[in-house]
Structures are given as C-alpha cells and as structure tokens.
C-alpha cells in the first residue's frame, strides 16, 4: 500500500491504509503520535470490512512540516481521501484528533457521513498567537523529549521509559496491543521534528475552527475520564 502521497500543493503526507474493499474510516491520531495509533485497530478493520486510514499531520514523521490549522489538516484529509478514491467516509479522531476530526465534518459535509470523538483534550484556551503558544510550550515538551531519548536505538529500553511516563491504565493497553518495536517505531517518528506536537497543542488550547452548530453529520463519543473535558470544551465555543 501507498505510504507516501503528494498533496496538492506539493507537500508530502505520511499515511498508512489496511486497504480493505470496504467503508471508509479516516483516523486523526492524538499528539505526540502518528499513523502507527491506527495500527493497533487493524485486526478489529479488517474483520468488520472497514478501509481504516491514518494520515500523519505536519511535522509528523515524513509529512512535511506546514503552518498548519485545523482547517488546513481536515483539506489534507479529504485530499488523501481523493487520491485514495475514497468518496465519503468517518472521521474518527483520538484526543488531540478530536479537534481535527470535528473540523473536517465541519468543513466537508458532503463527505463525512459520521464523526467519532474519542477522549478529548482539556477544556482550557491559552492566550497569544499560536507562535507565542508554540514557544511558551517548548521548553517543557524539550525537556519531555530529552527524558525519553527517542534516538536510543534500544527498542525496549525506549518503549519502557515510554510506557513508565504514561497513566498506569493507557500503559497497560497499549503494552498489550503493540509490542517494544511498535511503540518505539512509532516514538521516533513522533518526536523526529518537534513542530508537529508543538504546533498540534497550540492549535488545539485555542478557539477551534469550527464549532458543534456545524456538524450535520451523527456523533458518537467514547468517554473517559478526559470526555468531560471535551464537552466543557465545546460547551464554551463562542459559535455554540
């Protein structure tokens, strides 16, 4: 399957596709993360006949980095969309995608027949640009990324600081769905260029691109203890 595609403007997007013959479902992964959190729903896809695709967002792995919005992240999606010859599908979107996804249902009714919101972000808008956002943010994500150590090259030794540095109950899942490699393969590609996070938690601690009276499309959510935070969120919208 294709990995790599070019979007109109030239850029290049990182992606990845079961390539199943079946309903579409396009998946906006959480932060830092990448095409690779899809993965861990191949077989579940696959055994229901569903095209299960990730795109990887600017900054991210080999997706070129790119000023992005949300509203330029949901166009790249349905530019994939097209390049794949998908017409309509799902958008499913995990935490920090939670924002995008919304944004592309929003944007492109005529294509997202459902929109999926799984565990959304904290419901708190940070003040400035999203420039300023990104550099009050850095230092910490830096120092964040400096414990990891994502160029270690020991698979095992990266995935368990990784794991350690995660809510006890996310650390069991998805130890028991991804193994050492997995998870450290998609950690590099994660943290190999640091605007993807950087620009990805500046864009969504501030007013979204679109807001909850835009979505015609059914909405299924699958709380936690972080759904609280995204109806908060989306209760506080100036367009709601």
Same mark, same amino acid.
């Given at each position: 399957m294709r990995e790599v595609i070019?979007?109109?403007?030239?850029?290049?997007? @990182?992606?990845?596709?079961?390539? +199943?013959?079946g309903p579409a479902?396009?998946? =906006?992964?959480?932060?830092?993360?990448?095409?690779?959190?899809?993965?861990?729903?191949?077989?579940?896809?696959?055994?229901l006949g569903v095209r299960l695709v990730a795109v990887n967002r600017p900054g991210?792995?080999?997706?070129?980095r790119h000023a992005s919005t949300q509203s330029s992240v949901a166009d790249d999606a349905v530019a994939v969309a097209d390049t794949l010859g998908i017409n309509t599908f799902a958008a499913l979107g995990m935490s920090v995608g939670t924002a995008y996804a919304l944004v592309c249902a929003a944007r492109h009714?005529?294509?997202?027949?459902?929109?999926?919101?799984?565990a959304g972000p904290d419901a708190r808008h940070? @003040?400035?640009?999203?420039?300023? +956002?990104?550099?009050?943010?850095?230092?910490? =994500?830096?120092g964040w990324v400096a414990r990891i150590?994502?160029?270690?090259?020991?698979?095992d030794a990266l995935a368990e600081r990784f794991l350690a540095d995660l809510p006890p109950a996310?650390?069991?899942?998805?130890?028991?769905?991804?193994?050492?490699h997995q998870v450290a393969a998609s950690l590099r590609e994660a943290l190999a260029d640091h605007d993807g996070y950087l620009r990805d938690a500046a864009l969504t601690f501030r007013p979204w691109d679109a807001g909850p009276a835009d979505i015609r499309c059914p909405v299924?959510?699958?709380?936690d203890d972080r759904e609280r935070h995204l109806s908060a969120l989306l209760a506080g919208w100036p367009d709601t």
């Open positions: 070019t979007l109109p403007d030239g850029r290049t997007a @990182q992606l990845w596709d079961n390539g +199943v013959a479902v396009l998946f =906006f992964h959480g932060c830092p993360d990448t095409r690779h959190a899809a993965m861990t729903g191949a077989a579940a896809a696959e055994a991210y792995g080999r997706s070129d009714p005529d294509r997202v027949r459902a929109l999926g919101l799984v940070e @003040q400035g640009t999203v420039e300023e +956002v990104v550099e009050r943010f850095r230092p910490e =994500f830096e150590r994502p160029d270690d090259p020991d698979d996310d650390a069991a899942l998805l130890g028991a769905t991804r193994t050492a299924h959510t699958w709380p």
